[in-house]
């Protein structure tokens, strides 16, 4: 069995011929519409640091230009590996030698899911309940029609445990709720994962959808892929 347990991680993409002559372009048309003129330009041309605060000033803009992107929009939070068990005995072992914990809710659902039979790689996008336009919260149907009106789509059933698995880093107190589709309790609730750090514990989690409103909701999911004519 393959039992993989890498961290989720944003691609990080090499940069064209193409794009780095066009960012170069833009840098001396800049530079020749510079106010401060030749002296001081001069004078950034021999400072120490202009890689370096040059590359900080991307990394501002690029912050920038993304949240003014819609939710959809925006490059995927992390990447996640599915279809790397044969069985759920097995993901639930990876999980447990992973040094992470397992609610009861949870064990319940992973003693009901199915996996994927082939390895993919699916991208995860994240919003607040206020980033979907519930910023009083909503029931988890309310969420999820949010997410699809933004062109969201619910994960796999297995996304949630392989989120658990290969994401340590998640901040202290933080829960996510992962939008997949739906596995059933023993008493006939609909339910999903979730996942946590409660101080140095890092836990998978059952949600059950009773109905009730999430006041404040992090809210993980997939992209709708796009309609191919044939």
């Not at 002296?39 to 400072?47: C, D, M, R, S, T």
């Not at 309310?142 to 989120?163: M, S």
Request: proline share 4%; net charge neutral.
């Amino acid at each position: 069995m393959n039992q993989m347990n890498q961290r989720t991680s944003k691609e990080v993409k090499p940069i064209s011929e193409g794009l780095a002559r066009h960012m170069g372009r833009m840098v001396e048309d800049a530079s020749r519409k510079y106010h401060g003129g030749a002296q001081k330009l001069e004078l950034v041309k021999g400072h120490p640091e202009f890689q370096k605060r040059l590359f900080g000033l991307f990394d501002e803009l690029a912050a920038e230009r993304e949240a003014m992107l819609s939710l959809i929009g925006r490059s995927p939070f992390a990447k996640i590996q599915i279809g790397t068990f044969g069985n759920a005995q097995d993901l639930r072992r990876a999980l447990i030698d992973g040094n992470n914990r397992i609610e009861r809710g949870a064990d319940d659902l992973l003693g009901r899911i199915t996996l994927v039979s082939e390895p993919a790689t699916l991208d995860l996008y994240r919003a607040t309940n206020a980033e979907l336009g519930l910023s009083r919260g909503g029931t988890a149907a309310q969420l999820f029609d949010a997410i699809e009106k933004i062109g969201g789509e619910k994960l796999p059933a297995e996304a949630g445990p392989q989120y658990r698995l290969q994401n340590p880093d998640q901040p202290v107190g933080g829960w996510e709720l992962v939008f997949s589709d739906p596995l059933t309790y023993c008493d006939g609730f609909h339910g999903m994962f979730s996942v946590r750090l409660d101080g140095g514990d890092r836990w998978l989690q059952g949600f059950r959808d009773n109905g009730a409103t999430l006041l404040v909701c992090v809210c993980v999911f997939g992209r709708k892929r796009p309609s191919v004519c044939t």
